[in-house]
Nanobody, 131 residues
Framework: QVRLMESGGGSVQAGESLTLSCVAS????????MAWFRRAPGKQREGLAA???????TYTDSANGRFTISKDNAKKTLYLHLNDLKPEDTALYFC?????????????????????????WGQGTQVTVSA
C-alpha cells in the first residue's frame, strides 16, 4: 500500500523560509511521479511542482519562483523548499503520487481541475505565514 507522510509545516513570519518533507513508503519510488499541492482556506487545491519519472521538474505559476522541489531517492523523500514566504502562502500543503508517464500529462494533472485524479495523497502539513 502506498503511503505518503508530510512534515515540516509551521507558523512563520513573512519573508522566512520552510522546507516541507514527504516520506513515501509501500512502493518503488522511481515508478511514480510525485507532486506538491496546497489548499488555502476557502480556495481550491492547486498544484505547485512535480517530478516526472525521468527526474525532470515542472512548476506551476502558483510556485511563483519562490518554491523549489527536490528529492532524495535513497530516502524516498520529496521536499518542497518555500522561500520568502508571504501571508497568501498560508495553506495546507500536500504531496501526491501516481504513475504518470509523460511530462505533458503531469503538467496537465497539476491543473486545478485534476487533483482528484491523483491516486495517492498524504494527510497534509499546515503552513501559516503572518505579516
Amino acid at each position: 500500500q502506498v503511503r505518503l507522510m508530510e512534515s515540516g509545516g509551521g507558523s512563520v513570519q513573512a519573508g522566512e523560509s520552510l522546507t516541507l518533507s514527504c516520506v513515501a513508503s509501500g512502493y518503488v519510488h522511481s515508478d511514480y511521479s510525485m507532486a506538491w499541492f496546497r489548499r488555502a482556506p476557502g480556495k481550491q487545491r492547486e498544484g505547485l511542482a512535480a517530478f516526472d519519472l525521468d527526474g525532470s521538474t515542472t512548476y506551476t505559476d502558483s510556485a511563483n519562483g519562490r518554491f523549489t522541489i527536490s528529492k532524495d531517492n535513497a530516502k524516498k523523500t520529496l521536499y518542497l523548499h518555500l522561500n520568502d514566504l508571504k501571508p497568501e502562502d498560508t495553506a495546507l500543503y500536500f504531496c501526491a503520487a501516481d504513475k504518470i508517464k509523460t511530462m505533458s500529462a503531469l503538467q496537465a494533472l497539476l491543473g486545478p481541475e485534476f487533483p482528484p485524479l491523483w491516486g495517492f495523497w498524504g494527510q497534509g502539513t499546515q503552513v501559516t505565514v503572518s505579516a
